[in-house]
Nanobody
Framework: QVQLVESGGGLVQAGGSLRLSCAAS????????MGWFRQAPGKEREFVAA????????YYTDSVKGRFTISRDNAKNTVYLQMNSLKPEDTAVYYC???????????????????WGQGTQVTVSS
């Protein structure tokens, strides 16, 4: 059974940092693109960042460029999201996602992802 388990969320003051982790089990994702999405209260889930299977290509939504960094460790079957200079508008549940297709391109649409974690809450206070 494939599982993605996020961790690292919490409460932080504006300007602070958090590092989210997503550990995969049940199959290897070393050949699959992975991504992070988030959903704020009353809003639809939105794309945050994605990374290619090799880690050589990364993509970000405009609002987090320069502040967030996505990375991966294929030996650990884990993807990370380093979040710096956090703002109150970054408050959301953050979800990790993975594509089933090996060597598929990282995508910003949630419909391109086949596996999802349960989410981890990030709250940024002003």
């Amino acid at each position: 059974q494939v599982q993605l388990v996020e961790s690292g969320g919490g409460l932080v003051q504006a300007g602070g940092s958090l590092r989210l982790s997503c550990a995969a089990s049940g199959r290897t994702f070393s050949n699959a693109a992975m991504g992070w999405f988030r959903q704020a209260p009353g809003k639809e889930r939105e794309f945050v960042a994605a990374i290619s299977w090799s880690g050589g290509s990364t993509y970000y939504t405009d609002s987090v460029k320069g502040r967030f960094t996505i990375s991966r460790d294929n030996a650990k079957n884990t993807v990370y999201l380093q979040m710096n200079s956090l703002k109150p508008e970054d408050t959301a549940v953050y979800y990790c996602a993975a594509r089933r297709l090996d060597y598929g391109l990282p995508r910003s649409s949630e419909y391109e992802y086949d596996y999802w974690g349960q989410g981890t809450q990030v709250t940024v206070s002003s």
